[in-house]
């Protein structure tokens, strides 16, 4: 469908018209291009009545609907009016302008326009996908439409500002996530910061046995990792650490970070734990947090056997030094690398760098939220994360699954989606815990040869290999029992046995079964302090509180902050492969960006008419990047370019109108708002 | 200040009787969204497929403390019958504080639309993240109710005198100016 207008001259009154000469200039010729999205937007805006009606407007020249606005056809249609017309100015009715922006303003320019004669309507996020009535979002279209081709005279020519971008990436967080996405910068030649608050990298994956579906050892795989960080020139491993404070913008972070003390010196320690063995404390008082509280160990200890760093660490809360000043300090004399010190403090530094991956993570559910399942009351009742630590052969009991009284379980129940798909918990389904909990089912049975009862809701096993272990756990004799767990409690006289109270949904029943031993799946859930971490990055969370992504499909390790990406469960729950393949792509974006080495800028900055400007100074202490300078000599005020980001706030307080921002002048924006508002 | 683009002049103006009458009055509502917080919840809307009133049209600035007064003068001076202003939260603005000038401007511009006789409700600042987008289905909701059961706009001019004084090139905020030069030039389709 096509509209013709003429030559853009439009009816006219009160002597000016759009579409006329002004100033010698030439006559604005703008083409429409109304987007039917398939049916996306056609089902419910009639796209050839909002083409209709562009065409109508003063200085369009030609008004089309076509089916995909964005495939090569539709773009070379507006290529080709451009040249074959003499269009200078284009006004695209489609989607929104986050997705397909740059897209016609490419089109835009290899017309041979300058991109910025280009505006962008947006009639399906704002209009088809959100309305049901087709008239009334019909005339909302035609409205956006005429307020885009009314702002698109007004538009000029700009250039993009480039901006070096800094080679140096920094990854927040050490766990899988966090250790691929550096090793994958790192050997691609740029230099890593890779900062981990707890003290060894390794993460929630150091702490598993085996993985699913194909059973090999966690540690296994990921050590070898582990000490590739340790050991790459490329990157600057720093434990106990965290970010405070991001200043900068993308290409040029200024990120200061906070070195909480170790009270031991890490380029000077070993690992040989000596100084754990001449520790006052003969033996461990304190719940060890890599094995989920089932060991104790001393005040001064290692992370965990694989620590990365191999380097104790002395918790100053607990250490008798700490909080009498008079302990023996037996640990300095056993230390032969004089490598101890009680009077470290905390170090803030400052990094440099030009993007950032978060990695956050994740942490698990509190199964004492959900009490109805005994967890914390009854001591056979367990977490996943303790359950792994014990299969594991590192772990407190070298991998045999024992009870807290050292007995081996001869029935052991394995809960589903504890905290997950539950409106009074979390409402999302964490992904993998059908998963772990089968190889656990398998691992218990392996061990133990105990009956081995799992309660589900549905058996959730999308993935490659997934549903064939799932079949070879069913097949090995494990109970795969469909139904919710309604509560469990403690036979009053046996000996710590449970009974728990299930309904069984295929064979349409309740039963009542007695185990000796509770696995509760718990799920995973953003961490508690992803609010503030989320400030700190200026970065955005979903409504359940995980890392947003720029887009859930074409930009899923973007954030909304240029040069931040996502890697792994920060943004949401995945398994291993999953997390491992996010951070590679977040790496792959962060290597894109730092590659190229400069970045392109929105050109929408602010400047100073110096003319109109009386040198009130109002602006300058409204810029938050004190981009505006008052020039005494001349009194008046000047912004510095490179250092204004375009937020326009300047703009709007100018009491005579004398600065200006580009994409968005007042004039521009007024022709907006008349636009939509010129409807009957 | 304004440069004025007559375009809309004639635009059609024949339904002006039926936007009047009570019962199928429909408020037009200019929204102006900040491109990070606000935008990106309405585009979240739109790909989750949320209905709200369609009474909202946006205009997108690159943050709310872009929004200058005088867009919401104008706005009323238009037609407008309600002006929604959409930001980051507090601590969440994009460009650090732009939304605390926002909140103050919108403060005291909420006075001045009052002593003017435009009624508070008819102006609105809301913070909505980029992932409330069931929040600004509520907001668009309300606000279209709110203002359907005010009535349109009631100016110390008619209304219709402002809608027909498109092109006018009036300095904007004022009605009372607005509507001189309206009267002067009002043009018939």
Wanted: hydrophobic letters at 40%; charged letters at 25%; one cysteine or more.
């Amino acid at each position: 469908m096509l509209r013709e207008n003429g030559f853009g001259s439009g009816p006219t009154s009160g002597g000016k018209t759009n579409g006329a000469p002004v100033n010698g200039d030439p006559p604005i010729r703008i083409g429409v291009y109304v987007c039917h999205c398939g049916t996306n937007i056609a089902r419910t805006v009639d796209v050839e009545r909002v083409t209709e009606k562009a065409g109508e407007l003063p200085g369009v020249t030609i008004a089309r609907d076509y089916k995909y606005m964005c495939s090569d056809p539709g773009q070379e249609l507006i290529k080709e009016d451009i040249e074959e017309l003499g269009l200078n100015r284009i006004v695209v009715a489609s989607c929104s302008p986050n997705l397909h922006e740059g897209t016609f303003r490419g089109a835009t320019a290899a017309g041979g326009l300058n991109p910025f004669f280009f505006q962008m309507v947006n009639i399906r996020e704002h209009a088809s996908w959100v309305h049901e009535d087709r008239e009334s979002a019909t005339d909302k279209a035609i409205d956006l439409v005429r307020a885009a081709v009314r702002r698109v005279h007004h538009h000029k020519a700009l250039e993009t500002r480039r901006v070096p971008i800094k080679p140096e990436v920094l990854v927040v967080g050490g766990g899988i996530a966090g250790i691929s996405a550096a090793l994958t910068l790192a050997d691609g030649g740029k230099h890593v910061y890779l900062i981990e608050r707890e003290a060894s990298i390794g993460g929630h994956m150091a702490q598993f046995d085996k993985t699913f579906p194909t059973l090999d050892c966690a540690a296994c795989i990921l050590t070898p990792k582990m000490t590739q960080v340790r050991n790459h020139p490329n990157i600057t491993l720093m434990t106990m650490t965290e970010v405070v404070k991001v200043d900068g913008f993308v290409g040029s972070y200024e990120v200061t970070v906070k070195h909480r003390p170790r009270f031991i010196d890490v380029s000077l320690c070993v690992g040989c734990q000596q100084c754990i063995d001449a520790c006052v404390y003969k033996r461990g008082k304190f719940e060890d947090e890599f094995d989920a509280g089932l060991s104790m160990r001393k005040p001064i200890y290692l992370p965990n056997a694989q620590a990365v760093p191999q380097v104790v660490l002395i918790d100053p809360e607990q250490c008798i030094q700490f909080s009498s000043g008079k302990c023996k300090q037996t640990c300095v004399e056993a230390c032969d690398r004089d490598a101890i010190f009680f009077d470290q403090e905390e170090r803030i530094e400052t990094l440099d760098v030009g993007a950032i991956i978060m990695a956050t993570g994740f942490q698990t559910f509190d199964a004492r939220r959900s009490p109805h399942y005994g967890y914390g009351i009854y001591p056979n009742v367990y977490t996943a994360l303790e359950v792994e630590r014990l299969v594991n052969a590192s772990g407190p009991t070298g991998g045999e699954i024992v009870l807290r009284d050292g007995e081996k379980p001869t029935a052991v129940g394995i809960v589903h989606c504890v905290g997950s798909r539950n409106q009074k918990s979390n409402p999302w389904c964490s992904k993998v815990c059908c998963m772990y909990s089968l190889k656990l089912a398998h691992l218990i049975k392996e061990k133990t040869d105990a009956e081995v009862y799992n309660f589900y809701i549905d058996m959730r096993t999308p993935g490659k290999g997934f549903e064939e272990f799932y079949q070879r756990v069913a097949s090995e004799g494990t109970h795969l029992i469909r139904g919710k767990v309604a509560s469990v409690y403690q036979q009053a006289d046996g000996d710590g046995e449970l009974l728990v109270d299930v309904e069984d949904t295929l064979a349409g029943m309740v039963r009542r079964i007695p185990v000796d031993m509770l696995v509760l799946a718990v799920g995973l859930e953003p961490r508690y302090d992803a609010e503030e971490v989320r400030r700190t990055f200026n970065i955005t969370c979903s409504g359940d509180g995980w890392f947003m992504e720029r887009h859930p499909k074409l930009a899923p390790v973007d954030t909304f902050t240029d040069g931040v990406y996502l890697a792994g469960c920060c943004q949401g729950p995945k398994d291993i492969p999953e997390t491992v393949a996010q951070a590679g792509a977040a790496a792959g974006q962060a290597l894109a960006l730092i590659g190229r080495g400069y970045m392109e800028l929105e050109p929408n900055t602010a400047q100073v008419i110096a003319e109109d400007c009386s040198g009130c100074k109002t602006c300058i202490p409204l810029c938050p990047y004190q981009a505006i300078l008052h020039d005494d000599a001349e009194n008046r005020a000047e912004i510095n370019e490179v250092l204004c980001k375009g937020c326009g706030v300047c703009v709007a307080a100018c009491p005579s109108g004398s600065i200006v921002q580009n994409l968005f002048e007042d004039t521009e924006i007024y022709e907006e708002i008349e636009g939509v508002l010129a409807y009957a | 200040m304004l440069e004025q683009a007559d375009s809309t002049v004639q635009a059609p103006q024949a339904d002006l009787t039926s936007q009047t009458s009570a019962e199928d009055f429909e408020p037009r509502i200019v929204a102006l969204f900040c491109n990070w917080c606000t935008y990106m919840a309405a585009d979240l809307a739109g790909t989750s497929r949320m209905r709200y009133a369609p009474n909202v049209r946006v205009v997108r600035v690159m943050c709310s403390g872009r929004i200058d007064p005088q867009f919401v003068m104008h706005a009323f001076a238009r037609g407008a019958d309600g002006v929604l202003i959409g930001g980051c939260h507090p601590g969440d603005c994009h460009y650090q504080e732009g939304n605390y000038k926002a909140l103050r401007r919108f403060r005291l511009l909420r006075r001045v639309i009052e002593s003017l006789g435009i009624e508070r409700e008819r102006l609105r600042l809301e913070w909505i993240s980029a992932s409330e987008a069931d929040r600004l289905r509520k907001v668009a909701d309300e606000m279209a109710a709110d203002i359907r059961a005010l009535g349109p706009l009631q100016l110390s001019i008619p209304a219709e005198e402002f809608r027909n004084a498109e092109g006018a090139g009036a300095e904007i905020p004022s009605p009372e100016i607005a509507g001189e030069t309206a009267a002067k030039e009002v043009a018939v389709p």
